[in-house]
């Protein structure tokens, strides 16, 4: 009877274990996700070029500042789909391929956590910074701008208690390993 438990105990194991499997769409949807980036991307910039008879420095700025943005956000989604991927799913094997990133296999769930909301925490600066150079061309929504800028102080405060969580928690291991 012990033996019968065992076997259903492995089997219902190696059955939750299996279930990582499930992310893998996650992370093919995502890369889905930086396509339509990517496709983004292309349009500002084409928008961008088309504005180069007329534009002002202040529209070159705008433009930069989205370009930066995008370029931030399809950076934060291939760092959730690297190292989500190798950390819930499986080790993606490059056989050693000379492009292959150094850190990857290296981030685990809080460097990634910290990663996101640094990258959240920089584009929502530049969203802020853009929405700022708006104003000084057109009328501004300053109820909408308070908002922004609230939001904008809501992540970095969220980031750094995230940073002295995850400083705390290292820092107790430390302790426990010395005791």
């Known amino acids: 009877m012990a033996a019968k438990k065992k076997t259903i105990s492995d089997r219902i194991e190696m059955g939750i274990f299996n279930s990582r499997w499930l992310m893998a769409p996650f992370y093919i949807g995502l890369t889905g996700a ?28 705008l433009a930069s500042l989205s370009l930066i943005d995008l370029s931030l956000a399809g950076n934060l989604v291939l760092i959730v789909i690297f190292s989500g991927y190798e950390n819930f799913v499986s080790k993606i094997d490059t056989k050693g391929h000379e ?8 981030v685990d769930f809080s460097t ?20 700022f150079m708006e104003a000084s061309s057109k009328p501004a929504d300053i109820e909408k701008m308070k908002w922004q800028a609230i939001i904008h102080v809501v992540f970095v405060a969220s980031g750094v208690m995230l940073a002295l969580m995850d400083r705390i928690a290292a820092d107790t291991k430390v302790k426990k390993k010395k005791a």
């Open 34 to 61: 930086l396509v339509l980036l990517l496709i983004c991307f292309v349009q500002e910039l084409i928008h961008a070029f088309s504005m180069v008879p007329h534009i002002t420095a202040n529209d070159a700025l």
């Open 99 to 106: 492009d292959d990133f150094e850190w990857r296999g290296s």
């Open 112 to 131: 990634l956590k910290l990663k996101l909301v640094s990258s959240i925490v920089a584009i929502s600066g530049i969203y802020l910074l853009r929405v």
